[in-house]
Structures are given as C-alpha cells and as structure tokens.
C-alpha cells in the first residue's frame, strides 16, 4: 500500500512587490499554519520516507516549519519541476517514485496540488470530497492512499481520499 500527501504550502508575504514570486517568503500566518500541520501529520502517522519540495521560497519554509514533527528518517528533493509544473507534473513525479517508499509527500502549488489530488482520488467519504473541492487553501493537505506496491501503477481515479486537512480545521485563523 502507498500514501501520497499532496501539500500545499502555507500563506506566503506579498509585501514587496519588486520580489520575483518564486523568492515571496511565507506570512505570518503561514509560519503559523506550517508547525500545526506538521503536528497532524506526526499525530496521524503520515510521516514521508520521500519529501519532494518544489524550489520556491515559500515552499521551502513550509517544509522546514513542518520537520521538527516527522519522526523517522527521509529523504528530501527539492525541485523546479513542482513550481513551475501543471497538475500532470505532480502526477508523472508520484508516478515516477521509488517503490522502497511508502509514504511521499509533494510539497507545491494550486492549482497543481489540487489537480493532482482530484486526479488521483476518487473513493473515499463523500464528504472530504466536497469539502476538498471547495476550496484547496494555503497549507492544505491531502492524503490519498493507493491499494498497490508499485507508484507505478498510479491512474486516474485509482486512490481513496483519506484525509483532507487545512490549518483553520486545526483551529488557525
């Protein structure tokens, strides 16, 4: 069985104007949010052995906010393919993992992040469903679990929806 976590990285700043958007660093309340999801992750048991992390500023904090709570080791890639990729980027990327990792986490974009994760979830609480295609905010995360040992086996509609988090359901502003 593998586990994918499609992560979206938390609130950035858009204070200065002059910044390319790939170097905008996360807000307040994004260095707020990173730290409680890291904490549902580790309480939930979705701790990565692959974290993949696409290059921008933000991204990168996000990830390092939410590390202190993972509990094993992992490995981590950090790559322009998600910052700059569409949705399919995101699922030829879990598609292309090696089967020695169980749980792989993507850390990027919307509408990427949400494509990917409509993409590839389509069993699971009708519920989590609605409430993940409402709206896919800053630090959501999803979790899709995939009945198969290989990544490679991954298509449209093969995975079940198990979890679907942002930091407001955790009680951030």
Not at 32 to 53: E, K, Q, Y
Not at 147 to 160: I, M, N, Q
């Amino acid at each position: 069985m593998k586990t994918l976590i499609i992560f979206r990285h938390a609130k950035s700043a858009w204070d200065d104007p002059g910044l390319a958007d790939i170097d905008r660093p996360l807000a307040p309340r994004g260095r707020a949010a990173s730290p409680l999801m890291g904490r549902w992750f580790r309480d939930n048991g979705w701790t990565p052995d692959h974290i993949v992390c696409s290059s921008s500023q933000r991204t990168r904090e996000t990830l390092a906010l939410t590390l202190p709570f993972f509990t094993h080791d992992h490995c981590i890639t950090v790559t322009k393919a998600l910052y700059d990729g569409s949705g399919d980027a995101y699922v030829e990327r879990a598609r292309n993992e090696n089967d020695k990792t169980n749980i792989l986490m993507l850390i990027g974009h919307n509408p990427s992040a949400e494509d990917a994760a409509a993409f590839f979830a389509r069993s699971g609480d009708p519920a989590l469903h609605n409430t993940m295609a409402a709206k896919f905010p800053t630090a959501a995360a999803a979790v899709i679990r995939f009945k198969t040992d290989s990544w490679r086996d991954l298509v449209a509609g093969c995975g079940e929806l198990v979890a679907f988090q942002t930091p407001r359901g955790l009680g951030a502003p």
